[in-house]
């Protein structure tokens, strides 16, 4: 998907809706503008159509989305809004929008239905359901995602906390990047000082110097938190609400008060943060200078290679190591822009091919994004045993002419998507829990997974029989796993 469209739609939509006091679901909105740039070919706003939502509502979302029925209304309501936000901005005209809206009227009460049927969505969202709603949408191994407690400084041990690597522009931007900074603009360095990138790296030390004095926010006890602040934001690696910046400075005010706003402006009025709507983050060069300050305290402060130029194995390698999910986005983006989509799903299968479960469930996850181009190097790997389950999906949901599934590989692929699963289970047991419960492989199957030739069958079982809510459920997969256990000593 393009994701900076996306964002850039989200962010005016926001605004619009402030302005408007409209109340706007931006979550649903933006997975609905996620699935329309990666199925539907809408690049930018002013392509969807009345069909679009018709495609979107009735088909992808019930085929991606793991949501009850009664959900049906309030996605109807998101696209709605949005459709109101397009043609206030002039994005579509009135008469499209009404036709965008007349369909939706006739989509509300048929979305429930199509929300409901096994038949719509197939074998593989009943297969993620049991990892959970998110898993659709960003199967890639990512950070929880939560933001921490910014009141809470992280431990000073580097061994106990230690730096995640970090992606780096060039030398060359980074010094074009100066003459962005407003501080530099307004107090240029004297004529004859070091190279600029030294002279940064000393301007971002002395902004993290504890006794700044007020120089950077204009409040001396402000100016002592702000390592803390910085370190936690790099760690991050993406936005964070300016709520939650707000209530850490806030802890450090003297006098129990703070003008946020203009603590953000003279933090960017640095070049140390930028804003974007209702969040704030890191500059390139503040991610830089932060670096080169951990390298002068002997810090392991790695930098992340460009993933954009691996192939496909260090691609998936690269994102196992676990990436914020806007990084890994851009990484996947900017690997697929380089491929052709049939060089791009020879490449990602064949380093699946072998693989461990999560290793190969990155790789199905961005081969799922790929067009119809791509059906000849999908189809090449239907004699692969482990891969065959995933590329008769990926033909049966696009409508290719695909071999059914085998009741002995519905079985494999289901023990193999829920050893994808495992690592965000132990991570999260409750949610795993509540989505079994809700979601769960069927008994009947659980007691047949003991026989399924695959090496995680045992872990999977032993998880299933720690995690499933219903005690004669979880007891069949504990009974499932001796079996399995005993089959491999014998």
Same mark, same amino acid.
Request: glycine share 8%.
């Given at each position: ?8 739609? *989200? ?9 408007? #006091? ?9 997975l ?62 009135e ?6 809206r ?5 989509i ?7 929300l ?5 969505f ?19 191994a ?37 003459a962005?900074? $407003?501080?530099l ?5 004297p ?11 000393a301007?971002v030390? !002395? ?18 938190g ?25 802890e ?17 009025? !640095?070049?140390?943060?930028?804003l ?7 500059? $390139? ?7 080169? !300050?951990?390298?002068s ?18 691609? *998936? =390698?690269?994102?196992l190591?676990?990436?914020?999910? #806007? ?11 380089g ?22 469930? *990155? ?13 000849? =190097? ?25 071999? $059914?599934?085998? !009741? #002995? #590989? ?6 193999d ?9 132990e /991570?999260?047991?409750? *949610? ?26 045992v872990?999977?079982l /032993? ?16 009974k ?8 491999a000593?014998?």
């Amino acid at each position: 998907m393009s994701i900076e469209w996306v964002n850039q739609a *989200i962010d005016d939509l926001r605004a619009w809706g402030r302005a408007r #006091e409209v109340e706007v679901d931006a979550d649903e909105v933006r997975l609905l503008c996620d699935y329309a740039s990666d199925y539907l070919n809408v690049n930018e706003l002013g392509d969807f159509a009345p069909e679009t939502f018709d495609e979107l509502l009735l088909s992808i979302y019930p085929r991606k989305v793991i949501a009850p029925p009664e959900s049906a209304p309030e996605t109807v309501a998101a696209a709605r809004t949005l459709v109101d936000y397009l043609s206030q901005a002039g994005a579509v005209s009135e008469t499209a929008a009404s036709s965008m809206r007349d369909r939706l009227d006739d989509i509300a009460p048929r979305m429930g239905a199509a929300l409901a049927d096994p038949a719509n969505f197939g074998m593989a969202k009943s297969l993620f359901s049991s990892i959970g709603p998110e898993s659709l949408e960003q199967s890639v191994a990512i950070p929880s995602g939560e933001v921490p407690d910014l009141g809470e400084a992280p431990c000073d041990c580097p061994g106990c906390t230690p730096l995640p690597a970090v992606r780096l522009p060039s030398e060359e931007e980074l010094v074009a990047a100066l003459a962005g900074v $407003p501080r530099l603009a307004e107090r240029p360095p004297p004529p004859g000082s070091a190279a600029p990138l030294r002279v940064w790296a000393a301007d971002v030390a !002395h902004l993290l110097d504890p006794g700044a004095g007020g120089d950077v926010t204009g409040a001396a006890e402000l100016d002592e938190g702000l390592y803390d602040l910085f370190d936690m934001l790099y760690r991050l690696q993406v936005g964070v609400p300016v709520g939650v910046i707000g209530d850490y400075l806030l802890e450090l005010a003297d006098e129990g008060e703070i003008d946020l706003a203009t603590v953000l402006d003279r933090l960017a009025w !640095h070049g140390m943060i930028k804003l974007t709507g209702d969040t704030a983050e890191l500059t $390139p060069l503040a991610v830089w200078g932060l670096r080169e !300050h951990y390298l002068s305290l002997g810090l392991d402060a790695p930098q992340a290679p460009d993933l954009a130029e691996a192939d496909a194995l260090g691609l *998936i =390698q690269g994102l196992l190591e676990g990436v914020p999910t #806007e990084l890994a986005e851009r990484d996947i983006s900017s690997w697929l822009a380089g491929r052709a989509p049939g060089e791009a799903a020879a490449e990602l299968l064949t380093a699946a091919s072998g693989a461990p479960a999560v290793a190969r469930g *990155i790789a199905i996850t961005i081969v799922d994004r790929l067009d119809l181009q791509a059906e000849p =190097q999908v189809r090449d790997h239907l004699d692969d045993q482990e891969l065959r389950p995933h590329v008769i999906h990926w033909l049966t949901a696009r409508g290719l002419p695909a071999p $059914p599934l085998t !009741h #002995e #590989e519905a079985l494999w692929v289901s023990v193999d998507m829920l050893a994808l699963a495992m690592p965000a289970a132990e /991570e999260d047991p409750e *949610i795993f829990a509540e989505n079994m419960a809700a979601s769960g492989p069927p008994a009947h199957m659980i007691e047949e997974m003991w026989r399924v030739d695959h090496p995680d069958v045992v872990e999977v079982l /032993e998880l299933l029989g720690r995690s499933i809510p219903d005690g004669t459920v979880a007891k069949a997969a504990r009974k499932a796993a001796f079996k399995a256990r005993s089959r491999a000593i014998r």
